[in-house]
Each structure stands twice: as structure tokens, then as C-alpha cells.
Nanobody, 121 residues
């Protein structure tokens, strides 16, 4: 079965950094584009970043220049390095396999439990 396990979330101060991890199993990871999503309180889940099979990266405008997505195919893991964190980055962060559609990047699998990131003084 497909399993996605996010980890690394924490309480951090504005301007701080955090690195999230997503360990995947049950998929051919090296042949799968991956992405990170987040859901803040009272808001819909939104796409944050994606990385293609070949390593091409894309970011939402709200995180561009601050976040970096990466993948380690040998470890079947996708990462999200978050720098210069802002209170508005507070959310539950999720990873998922992604595909490109006519409307944009879309998740293809089931959602895991996510990991909580809280940015506050």
C-alpha cells in the first residue's frame, strides 16, 4: 500500500528555519513527481512546491525564495527546507505524489497525517 509519512514540524520563531521530511513507500519513487501542500486554520489546502522526476522545482509565490524542495531517490524521501519563516507559514504540511493537469499541479494519492508547523513569537 502507498504510505506517506511527514515529519519535522515544530514551533519556531519568525525568521527561523525548519526542514520537513516525507518518507514514501508503496510507489516507484524515482518515477514519481512529488509535492508539498499545506493547510492553515480556516483555509483550504494549498500547493506549496513540487519537484519533477528530473529535479525541476516549482514554488508558490508566497514561499518562493524562502523554501527549497529536494528529493533523495536512494532514500525515497522528499524534503522541504523552510527559511525566513513567517507567522503566515503556520499550517499542517502534507506531501503527496503530484501530476500536472490543465488546471495546475494536482495531488494523486491519499493524504497522510501531515506535520504541524507553527511560527510564532
Amino acid at each position: 500500500q502507498v504510505q506517506l509519512v511527514e515529519s519535522g514540524g515544530a514551533l519556531v520563531q519568525p525568521g527561523g528555519s525548519l526542514k520537513l521530511s516525507c518518507a514514501a513507500s508503496g510507489i516507484i519513487f524515482s518515477s514519481t513527481a512529488m509535492g508539498w501542500y499545506r493547510q492553515a486554520p480556516g483555509k483550504q489546502r494549498e500547493w506549496v512546491a513540487s519537484i519533477s522526476i528530473s529535479g525541476i522545482k516549482n514554488y508558490a509565490g508566497s514561499v518562493k525564495g524562502r523554501f527549497t524542495i529536494s528529493r533523495d531517490n536512494a532514500e525515497n524521501t522528499v524534503y522541504l527546507q523552510m527559511n525566513s519563516l513567517k507567522p503566515e507559514d503556520t499550517a499542517v504540511y502534507y506531501c503527496n505524489a503530484v501530476k500536472y493537469t490543465a488546471s495546475g499541479t494536482a495531488p494523486t494519492g491519499s493524504w497522510g497525517q501531515g506535520t504541524q508547523v507553527t511560527v510564532s513569537s
